[in-house]
């Protein structure tokens, strides 16, 4: 059923639709009752698998389309602001995050935001179950900065941020302005 109102949609509009940028999940199979039986629904994900051709800081990577994505909720030291020097724990931030996806296909997940002011894609990254931006954090190579409408892992990463700084790892046994 689907699939025929796509290609409905597609004869229609003329217009064609990248089949890679989303993916189709259905609901479980349908549940019959008596007579009655309810016709499965199907949702488009906000998950997307790509590679990672380049890492750029601790919380920006480039992918093979070629488009950067910054990652949701976080913030590494700077790496590469020409007004500021290079922050304490950047180059660690940056290693790290290299270590973890650089040449690796991902998974993106979108929240709210489709792209920052910088023209950057705004996602939740995954390697297998981990979900890097949390890791990132929890380990200490990053901060947390989250800002609405994207909050969705809000909770989790403020949490992962008071283990690390209660752990002292990372940026917090490293960079004393960081301490409180």
């Known amino acids: 059923m689907a699939i025929l109102f796509i290609l409905f949609q597609l004869i229609l509009n003329r217009k064609s639709i990248d089949f890679k940028s989303f993916f189709v999940s259905p609901t479980p199979s ?16 906000t ?7 380049r890492v750029i800081d601790g919380d920006t990577i ?15 030291p700077e790496l590469h602001d020409p007004r500021r020097p290079v922050g304490c724990f950047a180059k660690q931030s940056y290693e790290e995050n290299k270590k973890l996806v650089e040449g690796k ?10 792209t ?9 990254v995954w390697i297998g179950d981990v979900l890097v931006n949390d890791y990132l954090v929890r380990q200490g190579f990053a901060l947390t900065s989250t800002f609405p409408p994207d909050v969705k892992y809000e909770t989790q990463f403020l949490e992962a ?9 990372g940026l917090w046994f490293s960079c004393p302005s960081k301490q409180k």
């Open 30 to 45: 349908p549940t019959c009752t008596g007579q009655a039986c309810l016709t499965p629904t199907i949702t488009l994900s």
């Open 47 to 53: 998950k997307q698998l790509i590679r990672v051709v």
């Open 62 to 76: 480039e992918i093979e389309d070629g488009q950067k994505v910054r990652y949701i909720g976080i913030n590494s």
């Open 105 to 114: 296909t991902i998974t993106m997940e979108r929240d709210i935001s489709e």
């Open 116 to 124: 920052d002011k910088y023209k950057r894609l705004l996602r939740y």
């Open 161 to 169: 941020e008071t283990e690390a700084r209660e752990n002292n790892r």
